[in-house]
C-alpha cells in the first residue's frame, strides 16, 4: 500500500541516522528488510563497488574551512577525497582500484590503493581513518568519536579496521524470525556485509512477545492488522527506558547469530575480479530475482551456475571461487550443475588445455535461456524447470 510505504519509509530513514542507535526486537520483516537496505547504502556502498569503477581513471577532490582535499587516479582507477574543517582528506588509486578518503572535524581519513582492489577510509570527530591496499586484497579502515581505525592488506589478503562508539543497529529475533528474514540471500548477504562493518549486531532469543524498535529518543510498536504492518510511537522516557532494560538483559543472555552467507559486496566484487565478462549479468540477475531463497532448486549456487552457463564459465574457475569466499563447495556445485544438467537447462563441453585435470564449461542447453534477456534468466528457468 501506497499510503503505508511512505511512514515505514520516514522510519527507515530515522533509524539510519548516523546519530542514532537502534535496538530492534522482532521486527516484521516489512520493516526489517528496508531497514538492512537503508544501512547497507549509508554504511557499506560507495566509490569501491565495481558499479563504479570507471574505464578511464578519475580523481577528485574538494575541501572547505581549513581543510585540504587531494586525489590522484591512474590506470583504471578512482580515487576521491574530501576534507572539511580542520581536516584532511587523501585517496591515491592505480591499476584497477578505488580509493576514498573523508574527513571531517579535527580528523585525517586517507587511502591508498594499488593492484586490482579498493580502500576506503573514513574520519570524524578527532579521530583518525586509514587504509592502505596492494595486490589483490582489500584494507577499509572507519574511525569516529575519539577513536582510531587503520586497515593494511597486501597480496590477495584484507585489513579492516573499526573504531566507533556502538554498533549502529542490534537486532534481536526469535530463531524462526531470523529464518524468515535470512533465508533470502540478498537480506543474508546485506547483514553479513553490516556486520562485518561493524553497524550490525544480530542475536537470537526464545519468548519475544512484542515486535519494537527503540531509538535513544522514541519507542515505536508493530502491529500487523489485515496483513499490513501499523507502527505507533511513543516519546515518553519511562518507558523506553524499561523497554530498554528488560530486552537489553534478553540481549545479554542472547546466542550471536550470524548469516551463513558472505557478504554481498565481497560476493559481487571477488566474482567481478574472477569473472568480469559475467560480472554485470550476475548483478541484473540478482536485482530483478524476487527472491532467492537459501533453500529450494533456484538457490544462489543454481543462479550462478546458470550465469556461469550464459558466459561458458568453467565449472573448475567457478567452484574454486566459490570455495574460496566459503560461497560453496565443489561437491555442492557439481549436484546442481548435475541437476540442471538432468532437466535440460544446462549442459558441458570439454575445454583444451593440455596436461592436467579434464576441464569443462557450461552452456545453457535450452533455447528459450539462451534468448532470454538477463532480468528474466531466473524466471525462464524457473519455468521451463516446472513444466
Known sequence: MAGESRPRARLVGQLTDDTTRVLCISPPVELAVPLLNALHERHVDGPTNVDEWK??????????????????????????AAGSGDSAGTATASTGGAGTAAGSGDSAGTATVSGDRAGTSTASDDS???ATVSGDGAGTATASGDGAGSGTSSTDGAGAATASGDTSVRLLVTPSDARELFGAFRPAALAADLIDAGQLEVATTGGLRQRLTVTETTTHAHVTVEGNVVTGETTADQLREAVYEE??????????????????????????????EAAATLRVVLQAADTVSLDGPFDPVTVVVLVGARHELQTLR??????????????????VVSRLCDRGLVETDGVPH???????????ADDRLRSAPAEELVATARDSYEH
Open 55 to 80: 574505464s578511464d581513471g578519475t580523481g577528485t577532490a574538494t575541501a572547505s574551512t581549513g581543510g585540504a582535499g587531494t586525489a590522484t587516479a591512474s590506470g583504471d582507477g578512482a580515487g576521491t
Open 128 to 130: 583518525a581513518g586509514a
Open 247 to 276: 530486552y537489553t538483559s534478553q540481549w545479554e543472555r542472547a546466542t550471536v547469530y550470524e548469516p551463513d552467507v558472505p557478504g554481498l559486496v565481497p560476493f559481487l566484487d571477488t566474482f567481478a575480479e574472477q569473472f568480469p
Open 318 to 335: 567457478i567452484s574454486e571461487w566459490a570455495e574460496e569466499i566459503d560461497f560453496s563447495s565443489r561437491t555442492e556445485l557439481s549436484r
Open 354 to 364: 593440455g596436461v592436467g585435470r579434464p576441464r569443462q564449461k557450461l552452456l545453457l
